[in-house]
């Protein structure tokens, strides 16, 4: 076929966490909407009662304990690899878990600029820097944007 290209294995993996998201999301009631192409900084806008909430969906690596996951999106200009953050364009990362099966949402404000990772398991060593998945359920965000409206 002329023009046809098999996708990436991480895009697949990419569209696999999207759709898995996207599925959680309407399960917990919620309107989503979807942008025409690829061009935003977002993958899914969350409307709920009026207000709309811009999403970037991330695929989180289960590593020790731990649901790891970048912050920032990589593009290429001129060969060189830019790395950009979403400051300003979404509201909340929402991490998916292929091994766990869960998501995760990250208010972009309390997100690091790097990566950021969501302790799933207790850690060898107590931190006061932990952050406890059962802080960052999926259903306590949606808890949270009702309690808004």
């Known amino acids: 076929m002329i023009g046809y290209e098999r996708e990436s294995s991480s895009e697949r993996t990419g569209q696999q966490s999207e759709a898995a998201v996207i599925f959680e999301l309407v ?3 919620l309107t989503v909407l979807e942008p025409f192409g690829d061009n935003e900084r977002y993958d ?3 409307e ?4 709309f909430y811009r999403v970037q969906i991330k695929t989180g690596r ?3 304990g731990r649901v790891q996951f970048g912050v920032r999106s990589s593009g290429t ?3 060189k ?4 953050g979403h400051e ?3 509201e909340v990362f929402a991490a998916y878990s292929p091994e766990i099966e869960r998501t995760f949402v990250v208010p972009i404000a309390e997100a690091p600029k790097t990566t950021m990772g969501i302790r799933v398991e207790e850690s060898d060593k107590s931190s006061p820097n932990i952050n406890w998945a059962e802080d960052y359920t999926l259903e306590k965000w949606v808890e949270s ?3 808004e409206t």
């Open 81 to 84: 690899v830019q790395k950009e």
């Open 77 to 79: 200009l001129t060969r």
């Open 62 to 64: 289960l590593e020790n």
């Open 88 to 90: 300003g364009e979404i």
């Open 145 to 147: 944007i009702r309690k």
């Open 48 to 51: 709920e009662t009026g207000k």
């Open 44 to 46: 899914v806008v969350v």
């Open 27 to 29: 399960r917990q009631g």
